[in-house]
DNA sequence: TCTCGCTGCTACATTTAATGTAGCGATACG
DNA sequence: CGTATCGCTACATTAAATGTAGCAGCGAGA
């Protein structure tokens, strides 16, 4: 398997068209993808680890978003567990001022 | 109607924990919301162009978004159509780095 | 007025994705 | 050997998203 440019996968529905932000707000779209990247932000974590973290979500689709994300190079598998690549710690970062927003979006509350 | 301490809808699967970003991802890892953000950037449309932009998507589910969308204060209705508003544009500028990653992911490709 | 074309929005049957529970083979510790 | 964990998978159930069709409302034109 060696896959990779960062397009859409096949099956996917919706928002494949070509454009890399396109892809990557697709795959950021799908349940979960957002939650494990926030939950492996300080370090690896093992398959049963990041389930419990992720509020005990199904396996089935814990691994189908860990392999998408590991097939975007996001994610990988090491002895410690599925952790964070320098590149998915890269697209981390750019969540920053998503955690900011949040707290100022939730003192905005009942506008 | 009027809703909004920023926390996950009941009948919300997964990630409601009280915590703002945990609220955030939950709202933005659902289908097309992201997408919907996204295509408002430069301006209102009307639901049929963002239909359209949206490549389409079915407009029971856009319309499901629109309307939460609405009811977190990022997007609302005016005479121009569906618009972002001051707060959901400050969402919008936390892609901004998004946009470059994403840049930068495309080329990585083949790693 | 009566259609035409647009707006935002909804119903409903179908298809797809996600859930929940259970268990697999492999590896390591005793 | 027993047991306990690892990553991962099967499968039936339930929830979400899709696709197609159509509603009521408004303004413009003949």
Redesign the pocket.
Known sequence: MAKQAPAAKP????SRSGRPIMALLDLLG???TLRIIWELREGPL????LRSACD??????L??R??ELREAGFVE?TDD??GLTPLGRELFATFTPLHRFAERWSKHAGS
Chains 1, 2 share one sequence.
């Not at 093992?46 to 680890?49: D, I, K, L, Q, Y």
């Open positions: 099956g996917v529905r919706g799908r349940r979960w093992t398959s049963r680890a005990e979500a199904s396996p089935t689709i691994q189908t860990l392999t598998l567990g599925y």
